[in-house]
DNA sequence: CGGATATTTGAAATCTCTCAACGACAGTGG
DNA sequence: CCACTGTCGTTGAGAGATTTCAAATATCCG
C-alpha cells in the first residue's frame, strides 16, 4: 500500500476523527486492486471480507432475483460500499461489478470492526456513513414506488444537472440499459419515457440531454429533498442552512438512484 | 420514566453493552407516551428530537410524494424508528403514524448522540442496529424492482406463515389496504392478486388466509434470504449457521416488507 | 338497525413489458 | 477500403400488468 493511495482516503469522513496510528492500524491489511470493465467484485450471498472503497472508475451494484436483474445504484469515486455488510459480518445482498476499469482499495473487514471497537470516534463515524446509506435508500424507495418511469427520469435528469453545474445540456454517465434499470424499467421503455420528455422540451441526442423548457420539467418531476439528492458530491455549501439540509455523511453515499 | 418500562427496552440489542450508569444518562430525558390509534406522530420533513421506541402497538411509516403516499413499513413492538435521522441530526424522510393505540418510548436525540461519543459500545450497537436497517432496505427494493405484485404477496404470506409459527391458515395483521400499499400497489389490485393466488392454493377468508397448497405457491413465491426475512422475530435459533444468516441486528429491525 | 368504512368486482384507460425488426456504430479481419 | 459482426438504441405491435373510476357487497361499530 503506498502512502500516496491511503491519503486519497484518508480525507474521508468516515475517517476523519481518526489518530494516525488508528488510520495506519485500520488500513493494515489493506491493498489496492485495479480492474478491468465488467469484472464482477462480490456476488450476491457471498461472505464479505472487505471494505471495498472506489477510487477510479464507475461501479454498479445489483440485485437479481428468479433470471431477473436490477441496478440498485451507480458509484462513482470516492465511494465505499458494502459496509453495513461489514459492520455486520454478513452476507452481501448486492452483487458488486465494475463498469469501466476501476482502482478500488480494499480494507480488511475484520480489522474495520476490530477498529470500531477500540476507536469510540471511528464508530461514530461508521454509523453516521450507514445512516446516509439507509436515508439514501429510503429515497430510493419512495421515488421507486410513488412516481412512474417518466417521472422518475424527469427527476434523474433534473438531479444530474445539479451535479454537472446547471448546464443546460447534460451528458448521460452510463449507458442507456444501465440507466434503465437503475430507474427500474426496461431500455425499450426509458426510450419511450424520453420520447415522452419530448413534450416537456427534453432533446436526446445519443449521450447528450438538452433541458430546454426547464420550467414545465420541473413542474412535471416536481423534485423534493425527501425523494431526491440534489447535491453535487464534494460540491457542498458550507452554510448552516445547507448543512442541515444535506448532513455530510448523506452525501459521502454518492449512489446514483433509480 | 417508570424503571418498568425503561427495563423494557434495556434487554435490546442496542443498549447490550451499556453500563447501567450510562444507561441511565442516556434515557434522562425519555418520556413514555400513550397515543391513539390514527395518531402522526412525526411528519415527513420535520425535524427528529427523539428516538422512538415502539413498546405497544402497531406504527405505520409511510411516504407522500404529489398526493400519493405509500407505505414503507408496519413496525410491531419492540422496535426502535428513525435512527438514522437521530444519528445524523436530518429531517425525517418518513411521516410516522401510529394504526392502533400505542405506547411509545421517547429519549432524547441529543442525549443518544451524546452517549454515542460518550460509550463506544453504544456507538456500534447503533451502527451494528442502522446497518440492519439497511439491509432490511436492501431487501425492500429488492422485492419492489424484481417481484410482481402477485409474487411480492406471495412472498408476504409465506413470510407470516413463519412468523406465526408454520400453520396453515394465517392471519392477516392489518387492513388489506394498509397491506396493499405496503406491498406497492393499489387495494383493488390486491383483491385481484389474491384471486391470481388461488389457483396456488391460497384461499382467503376476511383476514384467514388458508395457504392450503404450500409447494406450488412456494414455487411461485421463489423465498430467498437476499430478499426476504423470514425468521420470526426473537425466535432465532442458536446455531451458528442460523445466525449467520440472520445476524442478529437485521432480525432487530423488525419492519414488515412491502 | 343504520351509517360509515372496507373490500370486492367490473370495465375502460394507462402503463409497462416482451418480442421482433431495424438502423447506427465501432471494431475486426480480409 | 469494405464486408462482417456484435452491441446498442430505437421503433412498432401485441400482450400483460396495473391503475382508475364506478358500483355493488361486506363488515364493523355505535
Redesign the interface.
Known amino acids: 500500500m503506498r502512502d500516496v493511495d491511503l491519503n486519497r482516503i484518508r480525507g474521508l469522513q468516515l475517517f476523519a476523527g481518526m489518530s494516525d496510528a488508528r488510520f495506519t492500524d485500520a488500513t493494515g491489511g489493506a491493498f489496492l486492486q485495479n480492474f478491468p470493465a465488467n469484472a464482477t467484485l462480490l456476488y450476491?450471498?457471498d461472505p464479505v471480507d472487505f471494505l471495498y472503497i472506489l477510487l477510479e472508475g464507475t461501479v454498479e451494484l445489483q440485485?437479481?432475483?428468479?433470471d431477473?436483474?436490477?441496478t440498485?445504484a451507480i458509484l462513482r469515486p470516492i465511494s465505499t460500499f458494502i459496509?453495513?455488510?461489514v459492520?455486520?459480518?454478513?452476507?452481501a445482498?448486492?452483487s458488486a461489478r465494475t463498469l469501466e476499469k476501476s482502482q478500488i482499495l480494499m480494507l480488511s473487514a475484520e480489522s474495520l470492526r476490530r477498529t470500531?471497537?477500540?476507536?469510540?470516534?471511528f464508530?461514530?463515524a461508521?454509523?453516521?456513513e450507514?445512516?446516509?446509506?439507509?436515508?439514501g435508500?429510503?429515497?430510493?424507495?419512495?421515488n421507486?414506488?410513488?412516481?412512474s418511469g417518466a417521472e422518475r427520469l424527469a427527476n434523474y435528469l433534473l438531479t444530474l444537472q445539479v451535479r454537472q453545474g446547471g448546464v443546460e445540456t447534460v451528458t448521460l454517465p452510463h449507458e442507456k440499459r444501465t440507466l434503465a434499470s437503475l430507474l427500474?424499467m426496461t431500455a425499450e421503455n426509458l426510450s419511450r419515457a424520453f420520447a415522452t420528455l419530448s413534450d416537456y422540451g427534453v432533446e436526446v441526442q445519443g449521450a447528450e440531454v438538452k433541458l430546454a423548457r426547464p420550467v414545465p420539467l420541473r413542474r412535471l418531476a416536481?423534485p423534493?429533498?425527501?425523494?431526491d439528492n440534489h447535491m453535487p458530491p464534494g460540491k457542498g455549501t458550507t452554510g448552516k442552512a445547507a448543512k442541515?439540509?444535506w448532513?455530510p455523511?448523506?452525501r459521502s453515499c454518492s449512489a446514483e438512484r433509480?
Chains 1, 2 share one sequence.
Open positions: 450476491e450471498g440485485g437479481t432475483w428468479k431477473k436483474e436490477s440498485l459496509l453495513a455488510a459492520v455486520l459480518d454478513a452476507n445482498l448486492m470500531m471497537n477500540e476507536d469510540p470516534a464508530a461514530v461508521v454509523a453516521q450507514v445512516s446516509g446509506c439507509y436515508r435508500l429510503v429515497r430510493s424507495i419512495k421507486q414506488k410513488l412516481r427500474g416536481a423534493s429533498p425527501l425523494l442541515e439540509m448532513p455523511s448523506e433509480g
